[in-house]
């Protein structure tokens, strides 16, 4: 499988990521268990989490997602074989957040308890937070590259002003850079990524790694009614894709998958990986088979006529 370099920073992931948001979530232990061992097993390296992960659940507090994977990483023994990552800033259970020096510090190190490791391959500014200073931002991640706590930074959920800023106040005080970026990107959600981001990660050289890459499900085709809504928690969040536009889109995802013996989930994400700058689109799954089905959009290739069929709809 052909690797991809994150930015500048010496790190090659497979063009696919995992995402952890899952583990402890929808996926109980025993099913993140399987997962993680299917997707390395098949050659795929970079693992995508969060300190945050799953607050958001009754009964949660954050970290969740972080210890399951932790256990395997024990349990497995395959520290070596994956590229972790995962991100601060977002609100903790007990309300904690943000990207101030402290606060990174301490969550860098509770992500680290919590994966059982001594690095972070990939430590990522979760949501920008204007109330702190770049540089007091930046100075906390150059420390833990330092102490060697983790390798390489990204950010996500940055404006193309803010990440250039980032960027600039790096080069200035020779601190160490936002090598990644983690933005929403799909069929459906291009206008933010393509107008006011893709321009500054391809000539800053600075690697993408998009988030909801099947927005949340819908372009996998199983949301085609409002009845299809019910079928998983995440229903509700993809109503508002249920319109002429998305209905067009997901034709020619039908259309491209059938030329190609593929599903509209591979098609989605296959076009994704040939999109400017984009180095791992994130893909979760809740049972190892539709994990397998996701990792084939790694092998899929799309010709002209699929990659223009695809954006016309989109448009």
Do not use: C
């Amino acid at each position: 499988m052909q690797k991809r370099k994150l930015g500048r920073s010496g790190l090659t992931v497979a063009p696919l990521a995992f995402g952890g948001n899952v583990l402890g979530w929808t996926a109980d232990e025993t099913t993140s268990f399987a997962l993680l061992d299917a997707f390395v097993d098949a050659g795929f390296d970079l693992i995508d989490t969060a300190d945050m992960y799953s607050a958001w659940v009754p009964g949660h507090t954050g970290g969740e997602s972080e210890t399951v994977l932790g256990r395997w990483l024990a349990k497995r023994g395959r520290r070596d074989d994956v590229v972790i990552a995962t991100k601060v800033g977002m609100a903790m259970g007990d309300g904690s957040k943000g990207l101030s020096r402290d606060h990174i510090l301490r969550s860098a190190e509770a992500s680290l308890r919590r994966l059982q490791t001594d690095h972070i391959d990939l430590y990522q500014s979760h949501i920008d937070d204007a109330d702190v200073p770049l540089d007091e931002t930046l100075e906390a991640h150059a420390r833990l590259v330092h102490d060697g706590k983790v390798r390489v930074i990204g950010a996500s959920n940055h404006t193309g002003p803010r990440l250039t800023e980032a960027l600039a106040v790096s080069a200035r005080l020779g601190l160490p850079r936002y090598e990644a970026l983690q933005p929403h990107y799909n069929l459906l959600e291009r206008t933010e990524y393509e107008k006011n981001l893709a321009p500054v990660a391809v000539a800053e050289d600075v690697g993408v790694i998009a988030y909801f890459p099947l927005a949340s499900g819908f372009l996998t085709g199983k949301y085609r009614t409002e009845a299809d809504f019910a079928k998983s928690p995440r229903g509700a969040w993809v109503q508002k894709y249920l319109d002429d536009r998305g209905r067009l889109v997901l034709a020619a995802l039908d259309a491209v998958a059938a030329k190609h013996t593929a599903t509209p989930a591979q098609v989605a994400l296959a076009w994704l990986m040939t999109r400017p700058g984009i180095v791992a689109p994130i893909a979760s799954a809740t049972s190892v088979a539709q994990l397998i089905e996701i990792l084939g959009a790694a092998t899929l290739q799309l010709d002209t006529a699929d990659i223009v069929a695809l954006e016309t709809a989109s448009a």
